[in-house]
């Protein structure tokens, strides 16, 4: 498994998310580029499929906050209405 914390993804991550895709390593990265997650989208979901990466982009910094309001929320709706 390969964990990228360093941007910008567009330059410095579509190498090594092909890498994985071919090898089937699994790839996780913080980024928030959504560009460029489309990108490696179109051009490694075939060859990770056959291979078996799991790549998964925008996990971490850029949605932390996000995720955590969610939960949050529906925390609060269990709580308040089962």
């Known amino acids: ?9 567009d330059k410095f991550g579509s190498f090594i998310v092909g890498l994985c895709a071919a090898n ?3 790839y996780v990265d ?16 075939e060859l990770a499929v056959q291979s078996g990466s799991r790549i998964i ?6 949605c932390i906050p996000w995720d ?6 529906n925390d609060l709706m269990l709580k308040n209405h089962s």
């Open 57 to 62: 982009n925008c996990c971490g910094f850029d």
């Open 1 to 9: 498994m390969i964990i990228n914390t360093a941007g910008p993804f």
């Open 68 to 73: 955590l309001l969610t939960w949050n929320a």
């Open 30 to 45: 913080i980024t928030g580029e959504a560009a460029w997650v489309r990108q490696m989208i179109e051009q490694y979901d």
């Open 24 to 26: 089937g390593t699994h």
